[in-house]
């Protein structure tokens, strides 16, 4: 089943402005809505690190909206056991998704990431272009199928460096990923094997993660598809 691509392919300068108004319109599945949860929208500012909790408005089948107003360049919808904006009732969120994206649309396609695989309050990000960033990543059995290989793509969520890097898989061992740089996010893609270039040409990339803050990762079945 094709999801909808929830987090765009490159990085780009995060725009902010104070006095914004920012509106966004979430399609929750059906896993999302069972056991009388509610909702709510987590934004923060990866450059300064303002954030705030806003409350997703269902409106049954008139859909699920959330407004906010500030400065805000990325947001991080959860699912909650109780009308608490707070991580400590949250079961359940996606990653990071920037505000651009598919014009203030959002669908989610069954469970996402369990609450506390994240710190709640992102810091504003430091820079060391000489840093280096070494990643673990387990690639579910979906992933690994048709043979194909994997990169990462990293960028910085502020001035737009980016670049590529192959995942080398290594059996038992485990995979990993290393790049020297000063990154903020990085989105992980699954490749067709026979594809000379790592970018997002479709037929070369078949799937790929959202936005994620550089960490390590557990890769959960299919994620997004690349169009």
Not at 140 to 159: H, I, L, M, Q
Request: glycine content about 8%.
């Amino acid at each position: 089943m094709q999801q909808q691509q929830a987090a765009t392919i490159n990085g780009t300068q995060a725009v902010a402005s104070q006095g914004q108004r920012i509106n966004l319109s979430v399609n929750l599945s059906n896993e999302w809505k069972k056991d009388g949860a509610h909702f709510g929208a987590y934004f923060f500012n990866c450059v300064n690190g303002n954030n705030t909790w806003a409350k997703v408005d269902c409106r049954g089948y008139m859909g699920n909206y959330v407004s906010v107003e500030g400065d805000y360049t990325h947001v991080i919808f959860v699912r909650l056991k109780d009308t608490n904006l707070d991580w400590s009732s949250a079961w359940n969120k996606t990653a990071d998704l920037r505000i651009s994206d598919l014009n203030g649309s959002y669908t989610i396609n069954g469970w996402e990431l369990d609450a506390n695989t994240q710190a709640a309050a992102p810091a504003a990000p430091s820079y060391n272009a000489n840093q280096e960033i070494k990643l673990n990543v387990n690639l579910s059995d979906e992933w690994k199928t048709y043979s194909p290989r994997f990169a990462a793509y990293f960028f910085n969520c502020v001035n737009g460096n980016s670049t590529w890097a192959n995942v080398e898989c290594r059996g038992y061992m485990g995979n990993t990923v290393t790049v020297k740089g000063d990154y903020t996010h990085v989105i992980f893609v699954r490749l067709n094997n026979e594809g000379r270039e790592n970018n997002f040409v479709k037929g070369n990339a078949w799937n790929k993660t959202p936005d994620l803050r550089i960490s390590d990762y557990t890769i959960n079945g299919w994620e997004l598809d690349v169009e």
